[in-house]
């Protein structure tokens, strides 16, 4: 099993719709949880990360941490094209940090 | 430009070859991490340093891998004997370590390796 698992899709929704991403992890130690973007051709870069369990905020993106379910999602409201990109998520217990393989999202005009 | 910058960006070499990429990092950050990743994979962790010192190297990380960041600045990443497995985008990061948060990590736009 591995220690991070993520659906990699692709998954394509209408403009506007609320989208949902999931990772589960084996890994009970993992304490900050996070969310990369990469668009085609470069490197990840940070959305946003959590510490524990618990729900985080910032503007159409919330991040929510089930550490007792090993659960961790992503939410995108208002969904625009511009936000087609591949989603991982990523964990840590400590200074490694492990990657998901990544969801491809479409977002259709 | 003061983000990551690998080189080179795209190396096409014969099984066989030796081939060594090149990482430099945000001038301020300690930290300095290899991935790599494959078509329809997230980035696997190679290694990381903290300043000078290589700290962790993956299990799956054979022999014939080896990585240097002398005196905690830029770093090389050689492969000796390349095998056609060997074919993936090398990223590089740096992260400035906070406490126990391992840090933002920002990526290089990587080097795409192709073995024939």
């Known amino acids: 099993q591995k220690e991070v698992e993520q659906d990699p899709g692709p998954l394509s929704v209408p403009e506007g719709a609320i989208v949902s991403l999931n990772c589960t992890y084996s890994?009970?130690?993992?304490?900050?949880f996070m969310w990369y973007r990469q668009y085609s051709r470069k490197g990840p870069e940070l959305l946003m990360y959590?510490?524990?369990?618990g729900n985080k905020e910032d503007g159409r993106f919330t991040a929510q941490v089930d550490k007792s379910s090993k659960y961790i999602s992503l939410f995108i409201r208002d969904s625009q094209p511009s936000d087609s990109a591949t989603y991982l998520c990523a964990m840590s217990a400590g200074d490694k940090i492990i990657f998901g393989k990544g969801t491809r999202l479409h977002i259709l005009p | 430009d003061t983000g990551v910058s690998q080189d080179p960006r795209h190396k096409i070499t014969k099984r066989g070859q030796n081939v060594t990429f090149r990482c430099d990092p945000i001038s301020e950050h300690n930290r300095l991490y290899w991935y790599r990743q494959t078509l329809g994979q997230g980035p696997e962790f190679l290694t990381y340093f903290q300043n000078e010192a290589q700290l962790e190297k993956s299990r799956l990380l054979s022999d014939r891998f080896s990585a240097e960041r002398p005196k905690g600045s830029f770093s090389t990443l050689e492969i000796q004997r390349t095998e056609q497995g060997d074919s993936a985008m090398y990223l590089c990061?740096?992260?400035?370590?906070?406490?126990?948060?391992?840090?933002?990590?920002?990526f290089g736009e990587g080097s795409r390796l192709t073995v024939l």
């Open positions: 990061a740096s992260s400035l370590e906070m406490g126990i948060f391992p840090g933002e990590l920002f």
């Open positions: 890994n009970s130690a993992f304490q900050y």
């Open positions: 959590t510490y524990s369990s």
